[in-house]
């Protein structure tokens, strides 16, 4: 699975868009790019995946670059309850589908 | 709700008392997997199963067993917990296949003395 790179921490205001970025320069074309992120020391929290389409739920968007080498998780408007740190992840297909967790980036929600 | 149960939440023991932590998920998803957390070295996994009856390591196996009777539970065992083994453990399940998201549990933390 393709590694990626995120940076280490961001702040951001209340109410403000919060865009995460995430390079992933190695992604193989059928790799997924997925989202997580975890509050202080609860289950790690699933927000969102795509492959090479822009996706959006109820929690956030998610941009992937044409070439999918680079993707931005945005979440709209930012709350205190949206400091945590967040994951991206890459994953292929089948196999031991083993969510490999790297130190992520810890956004911080200010007042 | 769909979810993934762990139990217990919370546990502290003595080094070589066999303990067992369970997982169980309502969501009918073929695979489930463990992970445990450590300061500095983020989710490792340590088991998983791709269905009822089939069950691999994953990274970080030793001292840990695992089985999968049921499609819905996929409990974790230590047999003589030592206390290199105190972490916050995770299970996991999604369904099989590619792009299929997984879903955790809240978590065991475990203190073994």
């Known amino acids: 699975d393709a590694k990626t790179t995120q940076p280490t921490s961001m702040d951001c205001a209340e109410g403000r868009a919060a865009n995460l970025p995430c390079n992933h320069s190695?992604?193989?074309?059928?790799?997924?790019v997925y989202w997580y992120r975890q509050i202080h020391s609860q289950g790690p929290q699933y927000i969102i995946h795509?492959?090479?389409n822009n996706e959006t739920n109820e929690m956030a968007s998610l941009i992937i670059t044409e070439d999918r080498k680079s993707s931005t998780l945005i979440l709209p408007h930012a709350t205190l309850r949206d400091t945590a740190v967040y994951y991206c992840?890459?994953?292929?297909?089948?196999?031991?589908?083993?969510?490999?967790f790297g130190p992520g980036t810890r956004l911080s929600v200010l007042p | 709700e769909a979810q993934v149960t762990q139990n217990p939440r919370y546990l502290i023991t003595v080094t070589g008392k066999k303990l067992t932590v369970t997982c169980s998920q309502n969501m009918n998803h073929e695979y489930m997997s463990w992970y445990r957390q450590d300061p500095g070295l983020g989710l490792r996994q340590i088991y998983y199963?791709?269905?009822?009856?089939?069950?691999d390591k994953g990274d970080v196996p030793e001292g840990y067993k695992v089985s999968r009777k049921e499609k819905r539970n996929f409990p974790l065992i230590l047999e003589s917990p030592s206390p290199n083994q105190t972490s916050l453990y995770f299970c996991a399940s999604s369904f099989k296949g590619s792009g299929q998201p997984q879903h955790f549990g809240d978590g065991t933390r475990l203190s073994i003395l």
């Open positions: 190695t992604i193989s074309g059928n790799e997924y």
């Open positions: 199963s791709m269905n009822v009856e089939v069950t």
């Open positions: 795509g492959l090479k």
């Open positions: 992840i890459v994953r292929g297909g089948v196999g031991g589908q083993n969510f490999v």
